[in-house]
């Protein structure tokens, strides 16, 4: 399919797109939060320009979405200034807030933030090119999200409510906050992967000074004035523009206590070696993953193609959970390839709120220059594309591309291509799939095909101590959030779930006393007469 066809195809004429979803006004954001202020910035904004293009005249037009602003080194660090104050070395008033209070102030935060639903689903489809249904699925899951994990605490809290006695020691052992938190997240899952490591930040009394992705940035705009209206000042500051102008200032500080990032691990190296303590600094990291699936002999292939189908594509495979690799064994792979391919050609191309749209425009610049770049390396090293017309491309839409047979002189071999490409190799010894996940900088998760237990089982064993999770005849993927989240080797640091994501932004801390009648005495009198927010006897319902 020639460029103008697709062009012609799957791109709309303005008067095309549906009311309900057209960007009527530019948003011209020029208000940042800081100090519990929404401040206007008169300087420079950098432009946001959608993925989704238009035809003008038949010619692909760019959407100008609107701007935000482009802060300095300046507003960095006064945002840094007020989550330090209003963290006040742990005596500011949300770090010493009874776990009852603070989940009032988010509980009121979330019902300010659905308000803003349907403008952030707007904005999720046209900067990053979500679909309609995985946009609402995305602000509907942080949603649950955010209840979860207020429930999560409770639990937490209700566990350390009681006191410990041993050898003679009376202590309460509770979680106490860290300080202050940088908070930065990815531009694939810009308000759900965000908000997975700021909301536990929050609700553990931490201060945080939050970045919004690259991409991804305006659709937060709506809910400055819900942080604002929810939290005491200082508790949440945000900063925009360049990294390196405002991030670096805030790491070379020394003044972060934790740094929550999900991104690529050059930019977390670069951002902890930034930092003038790193034996201080507690990170999160979630970082990149180049997850294969392995396809054993007795598979049951109906359930194999589905299963990877939507492992590999789903949102254009810009996921770090995605498969990016698929061994399969020689003895099905004509058989598999066949059905794969005929289930990728016809998956539909369009604009994110088409319904039953699959593949939609590639939001970062120059992605399909990039893709076509792997293409041509895997072609020249042996590899061919195997579904008609995969990798051509039309302005930012791509149709994906599968590779078979791909080996270890290809980039995409190796190489995490974070979207509609998918490479493929066959395999008779089963030692060398496993190999390769032995060999690989990552270690996230896999997933296993395949019927037979005994081979499932001498599989399982070792490959739980080479990636942290393995699926077994199912896609890799987050879920659910109850479920630990991490990954070995350069994919992950610390471990996020409703649950560890609490502890992973808390540490335990403990009052203790030895049992003298006066320390009874004195304790019993704390504790009855409601004296301190630590120590405390108070169940939470």
Not at 57 to 67: K, S
Not at 278 to 307: W, Y
């Amino acid at each position: 399919m020639g460029q103008n066809k697709l062009v012609n195809s799957f791109f709309p004429c303005e008067t095309d797109i549906p009311e309900q979803y057209r960007i009527k006004q530019p948003i011209q954001q020029q208000e940042y939060l800081i100090n519990g202020e929404i401040r206007r910035w008169e300087g420079p904004c950098q432009q946001v320009v959608s993925p989704i293009q238009v035809l003008r005249e038949g010619t692909l037009q760019p959407v100008v979405l609107g701007c935000y602003p482009v802060l300095t080194e300046q507003e960095a660090l006064a945002a840094l200034d007020a989550a330090e104050r209003a963290y006040d070395n742990g005596g500011g008033l949300w770090p010493t807030m009874s776990v009852e209070k603070r989940i009032r102030h988010m509980e009121l935060f979330t019902r300010n933030m659905i308000a803003k639903r349907e403008e952030v689903v707007k904005l999720l489809m046209w900067e990053i090119g979500k679909t309609l249904a995985d946009s609402e699925k995305e602000f509907d899951r942080t949603v649950e999200y955010i209840r979860d994990t207020l429930e999560a605490l409770k639990v937490l809290d209700r566990e350390s409510s009681r006191f410990t006695i041993e050898e003679g020691i009376l202590a309460q052992i509770r979680r106490a906050p860290l300080g202050v938190v940088l908070c930065m997240g990815p531009y694939n899952y810009p308000l759900n992967e965000t908000f997975t490591t700021l909301i536990p930040a929050l609700v553990m009394g931490n201060t945080v000074v939050f970045k919004p992705p690259k991409l991804g940035v305006l659709l937060h705009s709506p809910l400055l004035e819900a942080f604002r209206a929810a939290f005491p000042p200082g508790v949440v500051n945000t900063v925009y523009g360049s990294g390196q102008k405002v991030v670096g200032p805030i790491m070379r500080s020394g003044k972060i206590n934790t740094l929550a990032f999900i991104g690529s691990s050059t930019v977390a190296v670069t951002l902890k070696q930034q930092h003038p303590k790193p034996h201080r600094l507690r990170s999160v990291l979630g970082l990149e993953a180049k997850n294969a699936a392995i396809v054993l002999a007795d598979a049951a292939l109906d359930q194999v193609v589905e299963e990877t189908l939507a492992g590999s594509l789903a949102y254009n495979g810009q996921r770090c959970t995605a498969l990016k690799i698929l061994f399969v064994h020689n003895r099905i792979i004509d058989e598999f390839i066949k059905r794969f391919a005929g289930k990728v050609s016809s998956l539909k191309l369009g604009m994110p709120w088409e319904p039953g749209v699959k593949i939609t425009p590639l939001p970062e610049p120059n992605k399909s220059r990039y893709l076509q770049e792997l293409i041509e390396d895997a072609v020249k090293h042996g590899a061919t594309v195997i579904n008609p017309d995969g990798g051509t491309s039309a302005g930012s839409l791509f149709k994906p591309a599968v590779l078979y047979p791909v080996n270890e002189k290809m980039r995409v071999y190796s190489e995490e291509q974070f979207g509609p490409v998918v490479p493929i190799a066959g395999y008779d010894d089963i030692r060398e799939p496993i190999q390769y996940i032995i060999d690989s900088n990552y270690g996230q998760q896999v997933s296993l095909f395949g019927t037979d237990a005994d081979l499932m089982a001498s599989l399982i064993d070792p490959l739980v101590n080479q990636v942290c999770r393995v699926n077994i005849n199912s896609q890799c993927q987050r879920g659910p959030d109850r479920f630990p989240f991490t990954g070995r080797k350069d994919s992950a640091e610390g471990t996020l779930s409703v649950t560890d994501a609490l502890r992973v932004f808390s540490i335990r801390t403990m009052v203790a006393a030895k049992m003298t009648p006066a320390n009874k005495q004195l304790i019993t009198d704390i504790v009855k007469g409601d004296k301190s927010k630590f120590l405390s006897t108070d169940f939470l319902l």
